[in-house]
């Protein structure tokens, strides 16, 4: 029996209610502070953020003293930094670069900023920085490549100073999993009654 569309919609509404969200936090310059022109965006699963802190570390090629933290437990689904010049430090689930050194003591607060302390190294650039309140200030960017574009001068030359705010993006304007889920619990009501209905019209056809 071929499956009618108003099954398949919901069907899909079902799978969609029960996929996890997920939360993007993107960094905001507030100052014309170096470096100038640096990118970053993490994305974190609903999970992470509704505890309200997430802990990664990944040692990459060097051997620290803090326990390796698988970043996909910790609820950190991808991370990416760029800057002028460079190649841009990436994370995403299910591919962790070998030279990737990673450390994130971060907590989320319920206005949307996400503070605590950032460190990226992929052996190429090093990224760094802390936050003060809601306040995120670089406090290390240098690169074997160069940051002339960033307004840093020399190759590994330390360039910080710059402030910001580390803020979720505001979520698109979806239907909520729930009230999908009751889409798709009524389409299937309405399925079954028009089942019932045409297997009680063929009975009293039957009887005729």
């Given at each position: 029996m071929?499956?009618?569309?108003?099954?398949?919609?919901?069907?899909?509404?079902?799978?969609?209610?029960?996929?996890?969200?997920?939360?993007?936090?993107?960094w905001?310059?507030?100052?014309?502070?170096?470096?100038?022109?640096?990118?970053?965006?993490m994305?974190?699963?609903?999970?992470?953020?509704?505890s309200?802190?997430?802990?990664?570390?990944?040692?990459?090629?060097?051997?620290?003293?803090?326990?390796?933290?698988?970043?996909?437990?910790?609820g950190?689904?991808?991370f990416?930094?760029?800057?002028?010049g460079?190649?841009?430090i990436s994370?995403?689930?299910?591919?962790?670069?070998?030279?990737?050194?990673?450390?994130?003591?971060?907590?989320?607060?319920?206005?949307?900023?996400?503070?605590?302390?950032?460190r990226?190294?992929?052996?190429?650039?090093?990224?760094?920085?802390?936050?003060?309140?809601?306040?995120m200030?670089?406090?290390?960017?240098r690169?074997?490549?160069?940051?002339?574009?960033?307004?840093?001068?020399?190759?590994l030359?330390?360039?910080?100073?710059?402030?910001?705010?580390?803020?979720?993006?505001?979520?698109?304007?979806?239907?909520?999993p729930?009230?999908l889920?009751?889409?798709?619990?009524?389409?299937?009501?309405?399925?079954?009654?028009?089942?019932?209905?045409?297997r009680?019209?063929?009975?009293?056809?039957?009887?005729v």
């Amino acid at each position: 029996m071929r499956l009618k569309p108003l099954a398949i919609l919901a069907l899909a509404c079902s799978l969609h209610a029960q996929s996890d969200a997920s939360v993007i936090y993107e960094w905001k310059s507030v100052d014309s502070n170096l470096p100038r022109g640096i990118g970053l965006t993490m994305e974190f699963t609903d999970a992470a953020v509704a505890s309200g802190s997430a802990d990664v570390y990944l040692p990459g090629l060097y051997n620290e003293v803090p326990p390796v933290t698988d970043p996909a437990l910790a609820g950190l689904l991808s991370f990416h930094y760029t800057a002028p010049g460079i190649n841009a430090i990436s994370y995403t689930q299910g591919y962790v670069p070998r030279n990737l050194s990673l450390l994130l003591n971060v907590g989320f607060s319920a206005d949307g900023y996400l503070t605590g302390y950032i460190r990226a190294n992929d052996t190429n650039s090093n990224f760094e920085m802390v936050s003060s309140g809601s306040l995120m200030k670089i406090t290390d960017a240098r690169s074997d490549q160069w940051m002339g574009g960033a307004g840093c001068v020399g190759n590994l030359a330390l360039c910080n100073g710059a402030s910001g705010y580390i803020r979720r993006d505001a979520p698109a304007e979806v239907p909520e999993p729930a009230s999908l889920g009751l889409l798709g619990a009524g389409a299937l009501a309405f399925l079954g009654l028009g089942l019932r209905r045409s297997r009680h019209s063929k009975t009293a056809s039957a009887r005729v």
